[in-house]
């Protein structure tokens, strides 16, 4: 269960989405990973066209928008993106919460030091938004900060979008 992000109107559409293919259970296991590579590729690719993400992944992307632009949108906005019923962010008004996003992204560490904590992973060490600060909640809601830059991209090439 999470969240499925989809952009309105998004911007400088390359290619064609693959169709999911109605026989692929039928499949060969190297034609079914053809199918999810091109799939990966045209979302890479077109970045404004849809965004998922967890349950426990959406929380803190959540409110670092909400900390960053939510006096643009407006609180019955903010309040009805925590679920996913079709709320989301105008085209209207992208640039600016873009912009205050990036803005806010820029100074996090320095602005909410507090919010920062360093997970080590396999990969080695990452630096993640973790806002709640409840001790037994913490670490499920944390979100790698590269995590928040793609955020960010997506809105700002959504040309507006909704929350399912």
Known sequence: MGMDVYGINPKDVVGTEPKFPENYRELSEAAQDEYWEADRKFHKDNPGIYFRANAWGWRPIHIFMSQACSHIYGEKIDSSMQFNDGAGIPEELIEECTDAMQKSLDSLKEDYPEDIVTVDTEDGPVDCYAPI?????RDSY???LWRLKDWIKFVRNSGGFRVH
């Open 133 to 137: 600060h409840d001790d037994e909640w």
């Open 142 to 144: 944390t979100v790698p």
